[in-house]
């Protein structure tokens, strides 16, 4: 069964860093778009980060250009979020996502920003 399984997150004060990860089960996940989403309380899931598999471009939402970065490592099936300069308004779940051929999810990893 096709697994995605983040870790990394937990509880930081505001202006601190994180940096989840997210491990694929199978080496399929290589030729995929990887990204990471969030969902805050009361809020809509919304993607923030995504890296496409062939040359590895990235693309940010607004809220986080600048301080979060988005990275892959294809030999690890494994996709990175460095999270830097952390607000209370990126307190939220985050979700890996991989899209390719299918879309898959995992069960995702809460951040919580302190101010």
């Known amino acids: 069964q096709v697994q995605l399984v983040e870790s990394g997150g937990g509880l930081v004060q505001t202006g601190g860093s994180l940096r989840l990860s997210c491990a694929a089960s199978?080496?399929?996940?290589?030729?995929?778009?990887m990204g990471w989403s969030r969902q805050a309380p009361g809020k809509e899931r919304e993607s923030v980060a995504y890296i496409t598999w062939s040359i590895g471009s990235a693309y940010y939402a607004s809220s986080v250009k600048g301080r979060f970065t988005i990275s892959r490592d294809n030999a690890k099936n494994s996709v990175y979020l460095q999270m830097n300069s952390l607000q209370p308004e990126d307190t939220a779940v985050y979700y890996c996502?991989?899209?390719?051929?299918?879309?898959?999810w995992g069960q995702g990893t809460q951040v919580t920003v302190s101010s």
């Open positions: 996502n991989a899209v390719g051929p299918s879309e898959y």
């Open positions: 199978e080496r399929t996940f290589s030729t995929y778009t």
